[in-house]
């Protein structure tokens, strides 16, 4: 099974600093690849995802991700932080599991962002 | 983005009772919806995928009569905790997403449940 591994459980920064969280995941096999932020009492929104093509992928809010095959890795950046971006990130990976037969989507245990102003 | 709202967002109850949590598809027809439980300070774990019209596909280590998932319509699934325990204190979190797995899931605001 698959499995996801993000690096760092709380990161806080000032405001207008650059941002990279890391996402590893394990598979062999082809993944669809997404970042997911849960604002604080708020559900869990789609920031970005990657699916084929350009391993750059431009999200909202300024955020972007590059999938780097070769490493397993598909790290979340953004240049410039806001206070506004304080929130929850879940990194996800949609494979096809080999015992269900069924894609599911696998999520990393979370990095809190804290943005100081 | 399509919305999916979850009753109740809190809900408290005593050791032995069943509990009902609803998942609905406001302005979308949600082919598929999945469960997931989310422990403090972790990831979301997924519990069950449903098909519309069919039995839930369940996770390893998910008992299937406890956690109850019923999704008889393209806009509603209910997950049933029977016989809740406090160990089942949790966040509860339904998905929905409409079409196959290329399309986006999007998430319910959560259901926080306490077992006293």
């Known amino acids: 099974a698959q499995s996801v591994s993000q690096h760092n459980h709380h990161v806080i920064l000032s405001e207008a600093a650059s941002l990279e969280l890391g996402c590893n995941y394990s598979y062999g096999g082809t993944v669809n690849l997404f970042w997911y932020v849960q604002y604080p009492g708020q559900h869990l929104q789609l920031l970005l995802k990657y699916f084929s093509g350009d391993p750059l992928v431009k999200g909202i809010k300024g955020f972007e991700a590059e999938f780097i095959k070769s490493k397993f890795s598909f790290n979340l950046r953004k240049p ?9 990130y879940f990194c996800a990976v949609n494979a096809r599991d080999s015992g269900a037969g069924s ?5 990393g245990k979370g990095t809190k962002l804290s943005v100081i102003p | ?12 109850c005593k050791s032995g009772t069943s509990v009902k949590i609803e998942c609905r598809s406001l302005d979308f027809q949600a082919t598929t919806m999945f469960w997931y439980r989310q422990f403090p300070k972790k990831s979301l774990m997924l519990m069950a995928t449903s098909n519309e019209g069919s039995k839930a596909t ?23 905790v029977t016989s809740a325990h406090p160990e089942d204190s ?27």
């Open chain 1, 80 to 88: 410039s932080v806001q206070w506004s971006d304080t929130a929850e």
């Open chain 1, 103 to 107: 894609y599911q989507l696998t999520f």
């Open chain 2, 1 to 12: 983005g399509a919305v999916v709202s979850q009753h109740p967002s809190r809900v408290i």
């Open chain 2, 58 to 80: 369940y996770e390893q280590g998910v008992e299937k009569d406890k956690f109850l998932i019923n999704h008889a319509s393209l806009t509603l699934s209910t997950l049933t």
């Open chain 2, 90 to 116: 949790s966040f509860y979190i339904c998905s929905a997403r409409a079409g196959g797995r290329y399309n986006e899931q999007f998430f319910g605001p959560g259901t926080r449940l306490t077992v006293l």
